[in-house]
Protein backbone atom coordinates (compact mmCIF):
# COMPACT_ATOMS: atom_id res chain seq x y z
CA UNK A 1 0.00 0.00 0.00
CA UNK A 2 1.19 3.28 -1.02
CA UNK A 3 1.65 6.47 1.51
CA UNK A 4 -1.34 8.06 -0.02
CA UNK A 5 -3.24 4.87 0.19
CA UNK A 6 -2.18 3.97 3.41
CA UNK A 7 -3.20 7.70 4.86
CA UNK A 8 -6.39 7.22 3.29
CA UNK A 9 -7.22 3.67 5.38
CA UNK A 10 -5.99 5.45 8.52
CA UNK A 11 -8.36 8.06 7.89
CA UNK A 12 -11.02 6.12 7.01
CA UNK A 13 -10.92 4.02 10.32
CA UNK A 14 -10.89 7.11 12.33
CA UNK A 15 -14.27 8.24 10.61
CA UNK A 16 -15.65 4.23 11.08
CA UNK A 17 -14.67 4.95 15.04
CA UNK A 18 -16.29 8.35 15.07
CA UNK A 19 -19.27 7.43 13.67
CA UNK A 20 -22.58 7.80 15.79
CA UNK A 21 -24.48 5.44 13.21
CA UNK A 22 -21.49 2.59 12.93
CA UNK A 23 -23.81 0.16 14.97
CA UNK A 24 -26.62 0.28 13.16
CA UNK A 25 -24.52 -1.67 10.60
CA UNK A 26 -25.14 -4.79 12.99
CA UNK A 27 -28.99 -4.92 12.36
CA UNK A 28 -28.39 -5.49 8.95
CA UNK A 29 -27.48 -9.30 7.37
CA UNK A 30 -24.04 -8.50 5.42
CA UNK A 31 -21.24 -10.35 4.60
CA UNK A 32 -17.70 -9.15 3.47
CA UNK A 33 -18.68 -7.50 -0.05
CA UNK A 34 -18.63 -3.80 0.05
CA UNK A 35 -22.32 -3.26 -0.82
CA UNK A 36 -23.04 0.34 -2.88
CA UNK A 37 -26.43 -0.61 -4.25
CA UNK A 38 -28.70 -0.05 -2.00
CA UNK A 39 -30.31 2.32 -4.22
CA UNK A 40 -31.66 -0.38 -5.45
CA UNK A 41 -32.17 -2.95 -3.65
CA UNK A 42 -31.63 -2.59 0.54
CA UNK A 43 -29.69 -4.86 2.17
CA UNK A 44 -31.79 -7.56 4.80
CA UNK A 45 -32.52 -6.38 8.22
CA UNK A 46 -31.58 -8.66 10.13
CA UNK A 47 -35.62 -9.11 12.27
CA UNK A 48 -36.44 -9.79 8.93
CA UNK A 49 -36.31 -13.31 8.59
CA UNK A 50 -38.16 -14.20 12.13
CA UNK A 51 -40.80 -12.01 11.23
CA UNK A 52 -41.50 -13.61 8.14
CA UNK A 53 -41.55 -16.68 9.27
CA UNK A 54 -44.12 -15.96 12.13
CA UNK A 55 -46.37 -14.07 9.62
CA UNK A 56 -46.06 -17.30 7.23
CA UNK A 57 -45.80 -19.76 10.43
CA UNK A 58 -48.36 -18.51 13.26
CA UNK A 59 -50.30 -15.66 11.84
CA UNK A 60 -50.89 -17.57 8.28
CA UNK A 61 -50.58 -20.80 9.10
CA UNK A 62 -52.33 -21.20 12.28
CA UNK A 63 -54.48 -18.23 13.06
CA UNK A 64 -55.62 -18.31 9.30
CA UNK A 65 -58.44 -15.90 8.14
CA UNK A 66 -58.74 -14.21 11.98
CA UNK A 67 -55.40 -12.75 11.35
CA UNK A 68 -57.10 -10.04 8.99
CA UNK A 69 -58.11 -8.90 12.62
CA UNK A 70 -55.98 -10.23 15.54
CA UNK A 71 -52.66 -9.57 13.97
CA UNK A 72 -53.41 -6.43 12.59
CA UNK A 73 -53.02 -7.32 8.69
CA UNK A 74 -56.17 -5.36 7.90
CA UNK A 75 -54.98 -2.31 9.18
CA UNK A 76 -51.30 -2.67 7.76
CA UNK A 77 -51.56 -0.14 5.24
CA UNK A 78 -52.10 2.86 7.53
CA UNK A 79 -50.01 1.68 10.17
CA UNK A 80 -46.76 1.01 7.95
CA UNK A 81 -47.92 4.46 6.70
CA UNK A 82 -47.64 5.94 9.62
CA UNK A 83 -44.34 4.49 10.09
CA UNK A 84 -42.89 5.95 6.91
CA UNK A 85 -44.24 9.49 7.32
CA UNK A 86 -41.57 10.84 10.01
CA UNK A 87 -38.65 9.95 7.16
CA UNK A 88 -40.39 12.04 4.43
CA UNK A 89 -41.30 14.47 6.92
CA UNK A 90 -45.36 13.83 6.96
CA UNK A 91 -47.89 13.98 9.99
CA UNK A 92 -49.65 10.73 10.78
CA UNK A 93 -52.83 9.51 8.41
CA UNK A 94 -51.33 11.23 5.27
CA UNK A 95 -49.77 8.19 3.64
CA UNK A 96 -50.95 4.89 2.52
CA UNK A 97 -48.72 1.71 1.82
CA UNK A 98 -49.85 -0.83 -0.85
CA UNK A 99 -49.24 -1.23 -5.04
CA UNK A 100 -46.52 0.27 -6.45
CA UNK A 101 -44.52 3.16 -7.41
CA UNK A 102 -46.06 2.86 -10.62
CA UNK A 103 -49.22 2.24 -9.62
CA UNK A 104 -48.94 5.17 -7.01
CA UNK A 105 -47.41 7.72 -10.17
CA UNK A 106 -51.08 6.75 -11.93
CA UNK A 107 -53.27 7.18 -9.14
CA UNK A 108 -51.53 10.46 -7.81
CA UNK A 109 -51.47 12.03 -11.65
CA UNK A 110 -54.66 11.47 -12.47
CA UNK A 111 -56.08 12.43 -9.02
CA UNK A 112 -53.84 15.51 -9.62
CA UNK A 113 -55.40 16.92 -12.80
CA UNK A 114 -59.15 16.10 -11.17
CA UNK A 115 -58.38 18.63 -8.56
CA UNK A 116 -56.75 20.96 -10.13
CA UNK A 117 -59.98 22.24 -12.08
CA UNK A 118 -59.92 25.15 -14.35
CA UNK A 119 -57.81 28.25 -14.26
CA UNK A 120 -58.95 31.35 -15.39
CA UNK A 121 -58.51 31.12 -18.98
CA UNK A 122 -60.42 27.59 -19.40
CA UNK A 123 -59.64 23.91 -18.32
CA UNK A 124 -56.11 22.96 -16.97
CA UNK A 125 -55.22 20.78 -19.69
CA UNK A 126 -51.42 20.19 -18.94
CA UNK A 127 -49.12 17.66 -17.51
CA UNK A 128 -45.46 18.67 -16.95
CA UNK A 129 -43.09 16.13 -16.91
CA UNK A 130 -39.46 15.89 -15.87
CA UNK A 131 -37.90 15.07 -19.27
CA UNK A 132 -35.18 13.16 -17.12
CA UNK A 133 -36.89 10.99 -15.03
CA UNK A 134 -37.03 7.11 -14.09
CA UNK A 135 -38.76 5.38 -17.44
CA UNK A 136 -41.67 4.33 -16.07
CA UNK A 137 -42.67 7.65 -14.46
CA UNK A 138 -42.87 9.31 -18.48
CA UNK A 139 -44.74 6.54 -19.33
CA UNK A 140 -47.38 6.42 -16.76
CA UNK A 141 -47.51 10.59 -17.18
CA UNK A 142 -48.33 9.58 -20.69
CA UNK A 143 -51.02 6.99 -20.36
CA UNK A 144 -52.44 9.61 -17.36
CA UNK A 145 -52.22 12.33 -19.96
CA UNK A 146 -54.52 10.50 -23.14
CA UNK A 147 -56.73 8.94 -20.24
CA UNK A 148 -57.41 12.57 -19.07
CA UNK A 149 -57.08 14.26 -22.45
CA UNK A 150 -54.19 16.62 -21.35
CA UNK A 151 -50.97 17.54 -22.85
CA UNK A 152 -48.11 15.81 -22.24
CA UNK A 153 -44.77 18.48 -21.36
CA UNK A 154 -41.68 17.10 -20.62
CA UNK A 155 -39.24 19.57 -19.57
CA UNK A 156 -35.95 19.18 -17.68
CA UNK A 157 -36.47 20.35 -13.46
CA UNK A 158 -34.61 23.65 -14.47
CA UNK A 159 -36.74 23.99 -16.91
CA UNK A 160 -40.09 23.98 -14.93
CA UNK A 161 -40.91 27.07 -13.72
CA UNK A 162 -40.44 29.07 -17.15
CA UNK A 163 -42.82 26.10 -18.62
CA UNK A 164 -45.59 26.83 -16.23
CA UNK A 165 -49.20 28.69 -17.15
CA UNK A 166 -52.49 28.90 -16.95
CA UNK A 167 -53.00 25.65 -18.57
CA UNK A 168 -50.67 23.92 -16.55
CA UNK A 169 -52.71 20.88 -14.20
CA UNK A 170 -50.27 18.92 -12.65
CA UNK A 171 -45.92 18.48 -12.26
CA UNK A 172 -44.23 15.39 -12.10
CA UNK A 173 -40.87 15.39 -10.80
CA UNK A 174 -38.15 13.23 -9.48
CA UNK A 175 -36.86 14.29 -6.01
CA UNK A 176 -33.24 12.94 -6.68
CA UNK A 177 -32.27 11.78 -10.49
CA UNK A 178 -31.81 7.89 -10.16
CA UNK A 179 -28.83 7.92 -12.82
CA UNK A 180 -26.65 11.42 -11.67
CA UNK A 181 -27.76 11.76 -7.68
CA UNK A 182 -28.78 14.96 -8.80
CA UNK A 183 -31.12 16.37 -5.66
CA UNK A 184 -33.68 18.78 -6.90
CA UNK A 185 -35.26 22.09 -5.33
CA UNK A 186 -38.42 20.38 -3.90
CA UNK A 187 -39.50 23.89 -1.84
CA UNK A 188 -38.41 26.24 -4.74
CA UNK A 189 -40.23 23.87 -7.81
CA UNK A 190 -43.04 23.01 -5.13
CA UNK A 191 -43.66 26.73 -4.49
CA UNK A 192 -43.38 27.28 -8.82
CA UNK A 193 -45.88 24.44 -9.42
CA UNK A 194 -48.27 26.33 -6.61
CA UNK A 195 -47.79 29.79 -7.87
CA UNK A 196 -49.15 28.78 -10.86
CA UNK A 197 -51.97 27.29 -9.39
CA UNK A 198 -51.36 23.60 -10.56
CA UNK A 199 -50.46 20.84 -8.14
CA UNK A 200 -47.20 18.92 -7.66
CA UNK A 201 -46.29 15.06 -7.26
CA UNK A 202 -42.81 14.20 -6.63
CA UNK A 203 -41.29 10.78 -7.17
CA UNK A 204 -39.38 10.21 -3.54
CA UNK A 205 -37.49 6.67 -4.46
CA UNK A 206 -34.09 7.82 -4.30
CA UNK A 207 -34.38 10.01 -1.23
CA UNK A 208 -36.64 8.65 1.26
CA UNK A 209 -34.58 7.15 3.71
CA UNK A 210 -31.79 9.03 2.59
CA UNK A 211 -32.14 12.74 3.10
CA UNK A 212 -34.84 15.22 4.58
CA UNK A 213 -37.79 15.70 2.56
CA UNK A 214 -40.48 17.60 3.93
CA UNK A 215 -43.55 17.10 2.77
CA UNK A 216 -45.69 18.63 4.74
CA UNK A 217 -43.10 21.65 5.70
CA UNK A 218 -43.03 22.18 1.72
CA UNK A 219 -46.36 21.88 1.33
CA UNK A 220 -46.46 19.11 -1.32
CA UNK A 221 -49.67 17.91 -2.94
CA UNK A 222 -48.65 14.36 -3.95
CA UNK A 223 -45.82 11.89 -3.36
CA UNK A 224 -44.93 8.55 -3.62
CA UNK A 225 -42.02 6.12 -3.63
CA UNK A 226 -40.60 2.75 -3.45
CA UNK A 227 -39.60 1.26 -0.37
CA UNK A 228 -36.95 -1.47 -1.33
CA UNK A 229 -34.18 0.96 -1.87
CA UNK A 230 -32.88 3.21 1.63
CA UNK A 231 -35.64 1.59 3.67
CA UNK A 232 -34.73 -1.77 3.15
CA UNK A 233 -38.01 -3.39 2.74
CA UNK A 234 -36.87 -6.29 0.55
CA UNK A 235 -37.11 -7.02 -3.38
CA UNK A 236 -40.86 -6.16 -4.51
CA UNK A 237 -42.14 -4.55 -1.54
CA UNK A 238 -45.13 -2.25 -1.27
CA UNK A 239 -44.79 0.97 -2.45
CA UNK A 240 -46.77 4.21 -0.82
CA UNK A 241 -48.59 7.11 -1.89
CA UNK A 242 -48.97 10.50 0.28
CA UNK A 243 -52.02 12.96 -0.30
CA UNK A 244 -51.67 16.28 1.61
CA UNK A 245 -54.56 16.22 4.51
CA UNK A 246 -56.28 19.03 3.09
CA UNK A 247 -56.55 17.62 -0.05
CA UNK A 248 -57.88 14.13 1.08
CA UNK A 249 -61.72 15.26 0.82
CA UNK A 250 -60.96 15.96 -3.18
CA UNK A 251 -58.44 12.70 -3.65
CA UNK A 252 -60.24 11.39 -6.84
CA UNK A 253 -58.65 7.81 -7.51
CA UNK A 254 -58.82 6.57 -10.75
CA UNK A 255 -58.38 3.08 -9.54
CA UNK A 256 -61.56 2.79 -6.48
CA UNK A 257 -61.09 -0.57 -5.52
CA UNK A 258 -62.93 -2.04 -2.90
CA UNK A 259 -60.66 -1.66 -0.11
CA UNK A 260 -60.65 2.60 -0.57
CA UNK A 261 -64.30 2.30 -0.36
CA UNK A 262 -65.97 4.08 2.90
CA UNK A 263 -68.02 0.34 3.76
CA UNK A 264 -65.65 -2.16 2.50
CA UNK A 265 -67.68 -4.90 3.63
CA UNK A 266 -71.03 -3.65 2.28
CA UNK A 267 -70.42 -4.79 -0.99
CA UNK A 268 -72.67 -1.92 -2.44
CA UNK A 269 -72.40 -1.55 -6.07
CA UNK A 270 -72.18 1.91 -5.82
CA UNK A 271 -68.67 3.47 -4.72
CA UNK A 272 -68.26 5.73 -1.86
CA UNK A 273 -64.48 6.84 -1.17
CA UNK A 274 -63.34 6.24 2.81
CA UNK A 275 -62.50 8.57 4.41
CA UNK A 276 -58.62 10.32 4.98
CA UNK A 277 -55.64 8.58 3.12
CA UNK A 278 -57.65 5.84 2.73
CA UNK A 279 -58.88 6.39 -0.42
CA UNK A 280 -55.18 5.57 -1.99
CA UNK A 281 -55.95 1.99 -1.52
CA UNK A 282 -57.07 -0.32 -3.87
CA UNK A 283 -57.18 -4.10 -3.38
CA UNK A 284 -55.89 -6.44 -1.07
CA UNK A 285 -52.77 -5.95 0.78
CA UNK A 286 -49.75 -8.02 0.04
CA UNK A 287 -49.15 -9.04 3.60
CA UNK A 288 -46.40 -11.18 3.15
CA UNK A 289 -44.17 -8.02 1.51
CA UNK A 290 -46.12 -5.32 3.54
CA UNK A 291 -45.32 -7.35 7.16
CA UNK A 292 -41.74 -8.02 5.99
CA UNK A 293 -41.49 -4.07 5.33
CA UNK A 294 -43.00 -3.06 8.59
CA UNK A 295 -40.01 -5.50 10.48
CA UNK A 296 -37.43 -3.28 8.33
CA UNK A 297 -38.67 0.01 9.15
CA UNK A 298 -37.63 -1.38 13.05
CA UNK A 299 -33.60 -0.27 12.44
CA UNK A 300 -35.13 3.22 12.84
CA UNK A 301 -36.07 3.10 16.02
CA UNK A 302 -32.99 3.20 17.54
CA UNK A 303 -31.66 6.27 19.45
CA UNK A 304 -30.06 8.85 17.64
CA UNK A 305 -30.90 6.99 13.87
CA UNK A 306 -32.59 9.95 12.61
CA UNK A 307 -32.77 11.68 9.20
CA UNK A 308 -30.63 14.07 9.84
CA UNK A 309 -27.83 11.88 10.90
CA UNK A 310 -27.87 9.77 7.80
CA UNK A 311 -28.24 12.46 6.14
CA UNK A 312 -25.18 13.71 7.49
CA UNK A 313 -22.96 11.02 7.23
CA UNK A 314 -24.48 10.69 3.74
CA UNK A 315 -22.71 13.75 2.43
CA UNK A 316 -19.43 12.79 4.31
CA UNK A 317 -19.51 9.73 2.95
CA UNK A 318 -20.04 10.50 -0.37
CA UNK A 319 -17.42 13.44 0.08
CA UNK A 320 -14.85 10.81 1.20
CA UNK A 321 -15.31 8.54 -2.14
CA UNK A 322 -14.86 11.16 -4.32
CA UNK A 323 -11.46 12.40 -2.59
CA UNK A 324 -10.46 8.45 -2.29
CA UNK A 325 -11.72 8.55 -6.29
CA UNK A 326 -9.29 11.67 -6.90
CA UNK A 327 -6.86 9.87 -5.38
CA UNK A 328 -7.02 6.95 -7.07
CA UNK A 329 -8.25 6.57 -10.25
CA UNK A 330 -6.12 7.77 -12.94
CA UNK A 331 -6.82 10.99 -14.20
CA UNK A 332 -9.16 11.32 -17.42
CA UNK A 333 -10.22 7.57 -16.66
CA UNK A 334 -13.66 8.10 -14.95
CA UNK A 335 -15.67 11.02 -14.32
CA UNK A 336 -18.09 11.97 -11.47
CA UNK A 337 -21.38 13.50 -12.86
CA UNK A 338 -22.92 13.81 -9.72
CA UNK A 339 -22.75 17.48 -7.94
CA UNK A 340 -20.17 18.56 -5.71
CA UNK A 341 -22.41 20.98 -3.82
CA UNK A 342 -24.28 19.50 -0.84
CA UNK A 343 -27.50 21.46 -1.80
CA UNK A 344 -27.61 19.37 -5.45
CA UNK A 345 -26.77 15.77 -4.10
CA UNK A 346 -28.26 12.49 -3.17
CA UNK A 347 -26.78 9.84 -1.28
CA UNK A 348 -25.24 8.55 -4.64
CA UNK A 349 -22.61 9.04 -6.72
CA UNK A 350 -22.46 8.25 -10.37
CA UNK A 351 -19.22 8.44 -12.96
CA UNK A 352 -18.92 8.08 -16.58
CA UNK A 353 -16.65 5.84 -17.75
CA UNK A 354 -16.15 4.72 -20.99
CA UNK A 355 -16.10 0.95 -20.42
CA UNK A 356 -18.51 1.10 -17.20
CA UNK A 357 -20.32 -1.87 -18.27
CA UNK A 358 -17.22 -4.35 -18.17
CA UNK A 359 -15.09 -2.47 -15.39
CA UNK A 360 -18.88 -3.22 -12.91
CA UNK A 361 -18.34 -6.69 -13.79
CA UNK A 362 -14.90 -7.07 -12.73
CA UNK A 363 -15.63 -4.51 -9.30
CA UNK A 364 -18.59 -7.52 -8.20
CA UNK A 365 -15.75 -9.92 -8.90
CA UNK A 366 -13.44 -7.91 -6.90
CA UNK A 367 -15.91 -8.07 -4.05
CA UNK A 368 -17.16 -4.10 -4.86
CA UNK A 369 -21.34 -3.91 -5.85
CA UNK A 370 -22.51 -0.78 -7.71
CA UNK A 371 -24.46 -0.86 -11.09
CA UNK A 372 -24.06 0.01 -14.41
CA UNK A 373 -26.93 2.51 -16.03
CA UNK A 374 -26.29 2.87 -20.07
CA UNK A 375 -24.65 3.39 -21.84
CA UNK A 376 -21.32 4.75 -19.55
CA UNK A 377 -22.02 5.42 -15.61
CA UNK A 378 -21.32 3.26 -12.66
CA UNK A 379 -23.75 4.30 -10.48
CA UNK A 380 -22.71 3.61 -6.26
CA UNK A 381 -25.27 3.90 -3.70
CA UNK A 382 -24.63 4.94 -0.19
CA UNK A 383 -26.77 3.63 2.49
CA UNK A 384 -25.30 5.25 5.83
CA UNK A 385 -27.03 2.65 8.07
CA UNK A 386 -25.11 0.22 7.17
CA UNK A 387 -22.16 1.59 4.89
CA UNK A 388 -18.82 2.51 6.36
CA UNK A 389 -15.56 4.70 5.30
CA UNK A 390 -13.73 1.90 5.37
CA UNK A 391 -15.73 0.31 2.70
CA UNK A 392 -15.86 3.93 0.86
CA UNK A 393 -11.86 3.47 0.34
CA UNK A 394 -11.76 -0.02 -0.21
CA UNK A 395 -14.36 0.34 -3.29
CA UNK A 396 -12.18 3.28 -4.70
CA UNK A 397 -9.24 1.50 -4.09
CA UNK A 398 -10.23 -1.50 -6.13
CA UNK A 399 -11.68 0.72 -8.56
CA UNK A 400 -7.95 2.48 -9.24
CA UNK A 401 -6.94 -0.56 -9.34
CA UNK A 402 -9.00 -1.65 -12.25
CA UNK A 403 -8.89 1.65 -14.57
CA UNK A 404 -4.91 1.96 -13.99
Known sequence: MSEPELELAIRAEKLDA????????SQFILDDVVYLDGNSLGALPASVPGRVEDVVRRQWGELRIRSWDESGWWTAPERIGDRIAPLVGAAA???????????????????????????????????????TTFPTDGYIAESAARMTGC????VTPAEVPGALGDRTAAVLLNHVDYRTGRLHDLPGLTAAVHA?????VWDLCHSAGALPVGLDEHGVDLA??????????GPGSPAYLYVRADLQSRFDSPLPGWNSHAEPFGMRPAYEPAAGALRGRVGTPDILSMLALEAALEVWD?????V????AKSLALTDFFLECVAAYVPSGRAESVTPVD?????????????????????????????DFRHPDVLRFGFTPLYVGFGDVERAARVLGELLR
Open 302 to 306: GDGVS
Open 196 to 200: AGALA
Open 93 to 131: GQIVVGDSTSVNVFKALVAAVRMAGDSGSGRRDEIVVDA
Open 18 to 25: ADELAGVR
Open 308 to 311: EAVR
Open 224 to 233: LGCTYKYLNG
Open 151 to 154: TLRP
Open 342 to 370: HAERGSQVALRCADAGDVMKRLIERGVVG
